[in-house]
Nanobody
Framework: QVQLVESGGGLVQAGGSLRLSCATS????????MGWFRQAPGKEREFVAA????????DYADSVKGRFTISRDNAKNTVYLQMNSLKPEDTAVYYC??????????????WGQGTQVTVSS
């Protein structure tokens, strides 16, 4: 049973920072790439960031480049998303997901409950 538990969301003012965490279980964490995705009300889920199995390769959506950083700790089976210089348009529910090792921005189809990020103007 794959479990994904996102945490760290909250309400922040524009320009602020948050660090999201995703604790995983039920998978061989070091064998999968991991990604973050988000979904705002009335919009489709979109790719945010991804990191390879070893952490040596990352990919980011253009909208978050230079502001967000994805990382992973394989000893803790956990992936993180450091979000800086937050904007109101970053408001969404954020989800982590295992992704394809050969195309790391493509999710495998496992999802957690997500964590809400709200950025006030």
């Amino acid at each position: 049973q794959v479990q994904l538990v996102e945490s760290g969301g909250g309400l922040v003012q524009a320009g602020g920072s948050l660090r999201l965490s995703c604790a995983t279980s039920g998978l061989t964490f070091s064998s999968v790439a991991m990604g973050w995705f988000r979904q705002a009300p009335g919009k489709e889920r979109e790719f945010v960031a991804a990191v390879s199995r070893s952490g040596g390769n990352t990919d980011y959506a253009d909208s978050v480049k230079g502001r967000f950083t994805i990382s992973r700790d394989n000893a803790k089976n956990t992936v993180y998303l450091q979000m800086n210089s937050l904007k109101p348009e970053d408001t969404a529910v954020y989800y982590c997901a295992p992704t394809r090792v050969w195309d790391i921005n493509r999710p495998l189809g496992y999802w957690g409950q997500g964590t809400q990020v709200t950025v006030s103007s």
